[in-house]
Structures are given as C-alpha cells and as structure tokens.
C-alpha cells in the first residue's frame, strides 16, 4: 500500500510564502512524476505543479509560474511545492498525486495515488 502525506499548510497574509511537502510511505513504487493539484470551494481540483521523475522536468499552471517551485528531496523521496507571493486566489486544498506511467501531467485522472490533502489560506 502506497500513502501520500501533504503537510505545510496554514493561513498567511497576501505576498506571504509557505512550503508544501508531500512524504511517500508504504510499498516501494516506480513512478512517472508527481504533482500538486488544488481544489477551492465550490471549484473543480485544477493542476498547479508536476515534476516527472526521470529527468526532473517540471511543469506549471500559468496562474502559479514565477511564484511556485516545484522540488524534490531523492533520498526522501519527498515532493515539495514552494509556494511564494501568494495571492487570496491562491486559497484551496492542496492535493499531492503521484502518477505511475501516465505522462498527462495536468490531468487528474493520470494520476494513480492521492494525499489527503493540506489546506491553505490566503488572507487579503
């Protein structure tokens, strides 16, 4: 059994920064790439990051380049979101999904294993 866990969530002020991480535990896994998407009330969960990781490439949703970096830590095979210059719109539950061969990195549906989510605020 696999298991994301997302952590680093909380409330911060508009321009503010915070640092998502996501630790895998469980079975051993090879995977494709992982990814961070987000869901805000009342709105369908949109892709923001994803990193493959064979070669380390990463990709970005237009609304989050030059702001987030998406990373991560080999020997812990841990995924981490660097979220800076945070704005209000930014306000949704962050999810991390990893993906086992499917290369459709901004589909949630390419994705095989999912956290439970960390919640993060951005006041105005």
């Known amino acids: 059994q696999v298991q994301l866990v997302e952590s680093g969530g909380g409330l911060v002020q508009t321009g503010g920064s915070l640092r998502l991480s996501c630790t895998t535990s469980?079975?051993?896994?090879?995977?494709?790439?992982m990814a961070w998407f987000r869901q805000a009330p009342g709105k369908e969960r949109e892709f923001v990051a994803a990193?493959?990781?064979?070669?380390?490439?990463?990709y970005y949703a237009d609304s989050v380049k030059g702001r987030f970096t998406i990373s991560r830590h080999n020997v812990k095979i841990t995924v981490y979101l660097q979220m800076n210059s945070l704005k209000p719109e930014d306000t949704a539950v962050y999810y991390c999904?990893?993906?086992?061969?499917?290369?459709?990195?901004?589909?949630?549906?390419?994705?095989?294993?999912w956290g439970q989510g960390t919640l993060v605020t951005v006041s105005s």
């Open positions: 999904a990893a993906a086992l061969t499917d290369n459709r990195h901004w589909i949630a549906n390419a994705y095989d294993y």
């Open positions: 469980g079975r051993a896994f090879s995977r494709n790439s």
């Open positions: 990193l493959r990781w064979t070669d380390a490439s990463t």
